[in-house]
Structure formats: structure tokens, C-alpha cells
């Protein structure tokens, strides 16, 4: 790894290959790596989080554990495979951060063995996951990925699982080579691997468990009998900013490694990876990296959901109300910064986890929201601003509610959100196109409430929403964000629950 303050520029003509500078610095053996891992969607936040652990896992243990090479499999752009696959499927990967004391440090990451097109060769992934030496499948598939209806149930209405359903042997989800290749290892009288989604859902094992079985059952009870007593799906936490792609990407690998690089990684010093204990048999013994294994994982969910998935979408409000392109931008301006830094204490206040926990991850969390050095954009953030505030946010109002805590300051980002959807326009005019479902669309701009958006029942706590969003739309209208954002941060609010009546 190259640590730098900052590296001089090297010309075109002088920059060497990935797979030159592997060979000359190589921490591991990759030829003699055997398969251990296969791993659906080999986006950038894998490269960036999973591949990343386990190259660094790979680096510290050397001969001892070469057995946990991993095999990417991309059902559906093939864009990451063309860019790799000239390099063996080598990548850089910068860590930058403005509050770092080393602000740059970069590295060619060699733990992917291949990424193939699982669609093109379905029976060579299935035979793959069927070999002995696998014991771990993992998924980066994004929650579409796993044909889910709204309620994280699997939707066997959707039209790529129902063609799995009648073809189990040729799958084309991951769910349906899931459950083909365990059935292989059943047939086999092979140990079934363990499966680990890696993905921002609540509770994601078990709701990957659970689409696996409803799948299953479809085929075979007696498959979905095997699945349940054998198989094994933990939780886990993952967490690590890795932007979208930016054009000046490539510039770090060339200056501080001296090579091109068809697809780096550019991402934050932090990570973590938090994993129940619950596997079927062998595993990395990645703890020795960092990596949290638990019995009870319950308080990293709570942490992860709240101060950074639910504060990005916070922040993402606020900044297209005030239209600021950049996260960082947003956390800049001294008004909003105050504002979420108050609000983090609101939701340490609703949150069943000890408060000496909470403080410890705002902490870091803080930091890694105001990096100006890896600039995150307010557009992906805002993306299905809706779901987001049903999967995040509505959970922390509900403690709210049920601790007694004031939700005033946790409803005015949402209200600043429906005005700019609502508007289609910021607050100084400027046009906004919004990134959710058309129906959610409609349904602001009827001047629909968020209850009914959200599909919430009526009762107290509903109505207490209600009321305090409508508050909120008068302030933000009368004041303006910034001065309705000052008037937020005065006292009074902490544990004021607000009235129904």
C-alpha cells in the first residue's frame, strides 16, 4: 500500500499495468488461490467492502488460507467484466479522506479470481457453487435483486422468478441458483455452503432465508424441509461509502501507483463488516482483519440504520431543498450541520441501544459525512427517498413515539423533501427531477399525506406525524429552510413529544 501526502503526477507514456505492478508487489500467491467464495453482483461497493476484507485477509495469512478465492458472477451488466477481465481481474483501490492523517493510500487488490456472466455460463457457476471447496456464497444485488415485493417477502408475480419456477435447472436470479445449487448439494450428500447477503436490508439473512424457502417450496417441500435444518443465512452489517464512478477516478492510481486502471475504486478509510456467527462450516477466520462477528447483532443494525443510512436521506432532504449537489456541501453550511448534529442526539434518544454505543459511531459517522475529498452526490442519496423514509426513518419515529421523544426535528427533513418533490423545483427555483416511483410522484403532488404515502394506519402516532409535517410544511413555507432550520435547533424540542389533539 502507498501512503502519501500527495504523489508527483507521472506522464502517460511512463504508467505500467495493474498486472505489471501485482507481479513486482504481489502479497499473496494468486495462482495457487482455490475458489472459496462465490459471490453474486460484483459491483463497486463489493470491490470496495467484501473483496477488499478478504484481500486483506488474504495479504495477512498468506499460504495458510488460500482457499478462499472468490468468483463473481454478474447477472446483469456485463460492463464490469469487460473492464476487468484485461487486467485478470486486478483493480486499485484508493482511500481518500481530508481528515485522514494520511490522506491517500492506495493498493492493487487481488482477491477476485474471476468474474464470469452467470447467464451465459449457468451450468460452469452452478457446478462451482456445488464444489466441495465452496463453502460461502455472498450477494451484492441491491434489493431488487431479490425479486422482493414492498413488504421483503419474494414476489412470485415477478416475471424473472416466475420463468425460474418452471425452469429450477437454468436459473437466471440469484434466489433461483440459490436454491438449484443447494439442492445439487443435497443430491450430492454435500455440506450446503452458507449464504450471506451483504446487502442494506433489515435483517438481511433473514429475509434472504425466507425468499430461498418461499422459492423452495414452489419446487419441492422436501427441498425446503433440507434448506431449513441445514442451511444457514446470518445477518450482517456493511458499511462503506463508495461513491458512484467520477472522472477523476483514474487520476489516483495513476499518480500514486504509477498505472492505468480501467475501473478503481475510490472510497472512504472506514469500513466495517458485522457478521452473525452462524455459519453451516469453514469460514475465514476474518476477525484477525476486523471484521465483528457476534451472537447478537441486533445494536450494529440499529447503528448502521440510523446514523448513516437514515442520515444520509436526512441530509439528501435537505440538500435538494437547498439545492446542494454534494453531501459534503450540505454538511458545510453551518445551519444544517448544527441541525443534524442535534438531530443524531433525537435519534440516540429513541434508539434501544446504550447511549455510550450511540456517541461512539456519531463520532465516527460525522467525519465520514463531511469528507469533501470523496465527494458522495445528492441525487444518488435522494434516490427513492420514499422507501428509504419506510425502511429507516419510520422505525426511529415510531421509538420516538413510544419513548416519548420530540419527532419535530425528524420530520422537518421530510417536509423540506415532499415541497421539493411536490414543487418540482428547490427553493430558489431551480427544476428538480425527482427519483422515485411514479405513484409516490402523483401522490405528493395530490398533496397526499405521508401516512397515505407510506401506507400507514390511522391512529395517535400517525396523526402526531401528520400534525408535525404539517407544521413543518408552514415553516419551511414562511421561513425558508435555513432560518426554519435555526429556529429547529433552539430548545425546547428534546423530549417535547408533540400533541394529537
Known amino acids: 500500500m502507498v501512503n502519501l501526502l500527495r504523489a508527483p503526477s507521472v506522464p502517460n507514456s511512463r504508467l505500467g499495468s495493474v498486472t505489471g505492478l501485482w507481479r513486482e508487489q504481489s502479497p499473496y500467491n494468486r495462482r495457487a488461490l482455490n475458489t472459496g467464495i462465490i459471490h453474486f453482483g460484483p459491483g463497486r461497493f463489493f470491490r470496495g467492502h467484501l473483496a477488499y476484507i478478504i484481500h486483506n485477509y488474504l495479504a495477512q495469512k498468506d499460504y495458510q488460507e488460500q482457499r478462499w478465492g472468490i468468483c463473481g458472477v454478474s447477472l446483469k451488466s456485463q460492463g464490469t467484466i469487460a473492464r476487468l477481465k484485461p487486467q485478470r481481474f486486478l483493480y486499485t483501490l484508493t482511500q481518500h479522506s481530508s481528515s485522514a492523517q494520511n490522506r491517500e493510500a492506495a493498493e492493487v487488490i487481488g482477491s477476485i479470481k474471476e468474474i464470469v456472466n452467470g447467464r451465459e455460463k449457468r451450468d460452469y457457476v452452478l457446478e462451482k457453487m456445488t464444489s466441495p471447496s465452496v463453502h460461502l456464497v455472498t450477494l451484492t444485488i441491491t434489493q431488487a435483486g431479490y425479486c422482493l415485493d414492498q413488504n421483503f417477502n419474494l414476489n412470485l408475480t415477478n416475471e424473472e422468478i416466475v420463468q425460474d419456477l418452471r425452469n429450477p435447472s437454468t436459473p437466471n436470479t440469484a434466489i433461483g441458483f440459490i436454491v438449484e445449487a443447494l439442492r445439487r448439494r443435497r443430491d450430492r450428500n454435500l455440506t450446503p455452503f452458507t449464504t450471506l447477503s451483504c446487502d442494506n ?149 429513541a434508539t434501544p441501544v446504550p447511549p455510550s454505543l450511540c456517541e461512539e459511531y456519531i463520532d465516527q459517522v460525522l467525519p465520514r459525512l463531511s469528507n469533501e ?89 400517525t396523526q402526531i406525524i401528520e400534525n408535525e409535517c404539517y407544521q413543518a410544511l408552514h415553516d419551511l413555507q414562511s421561513n425558508g429552510l435555513l432560518n426554519a432550520l435555526k429556529i429547529y435547533c433552539e430548545g425546547g424540542l428534546f423530549y417535547e413529544t408533540s400533541s394529537a389533539s
Open 373 to 461: 475529498d470523496l465527494p458522495d452526490s445528492t441525487e444518488r442519496i435522494a434516490a427513492e427517498t420514499a422507501r428509504k423514509i419506510g425502511k429507516y426513518i419510520l422505525p426511529i419515529l415510531q421509538d420516538a413515539y413510544s419513548r416519548k421523544v420530540s419527532i419535530k426535528r425528524l420530520i422537518l427533513p421530510i417536509a423540506a423533501w415532499l415541497l421539493v418533490v411536490r414543487e418540482g423545483a428547490s427553493e430558489s427555483g431551480q427544476p428538480y427531477q425527482v427519483k422515485d416511483t411514479p405513484n409516490v410522484v402523483t401522490a405528493i403532488q395530490a398533496g397526499r399525506t405521508i401516512s397515505d404515502i407510506l401506507g400507514l394506519e390511522s391512529c395517535e402516532e
Open 201 to 349: 436490508l433489515p435483517r438481511n439473512g433473514d429475509i434472504l432465508q425466507k425468499a430461498v424457502l418461499a422459492y423452495a417450496e414452489k419446487i419441492d417441500p422436501q427441498l425446503v424441509a433440507y434448506i431449513r435444518d441445514n442451511a444457514t443465512f446470518p445477518n450482517t452489517v456493511v458499511d462503506r461509502i463508495v461513491p458512484q464512478e467520477q472522472e477523476s477516478d483514474r487520476d489516483y492510481p495513476n499518480r500514486l501507483l504509477q498505472v492505468r486502471d480501467r475501473s478503481p475504486i475510490v472510497t472512504e478509510p472506514f469500513w466495517q463488516f458485522v457478521v452473525e456467527e452462524n455459519f453451516t462450516s469453514d469460514r475465514p477466520q476474518w476477525e484477525d482483519t476486523g471484521v465483528i462477528m457476534t451472537r447478537n447483532i441486533k445494536p450494529f443494525l440499529y447503528l448502521k440504520s440510523r446514523f448513516l443510512n437514515a442520515m444520509h436521506s436526512f441530509i439528501a432532504c435537505l440538500a435538494v431543498r437547498a439545492d446542494i449537489k454534494y453531501m459534503h456541501e450540505a454538511m458545510r453550511l453551518p445551519e444544517i450541520n448544527l441541525f443534524i448534529r442535534l438531530l443524531m442526539d433525537d435519534i440516540a434518544a
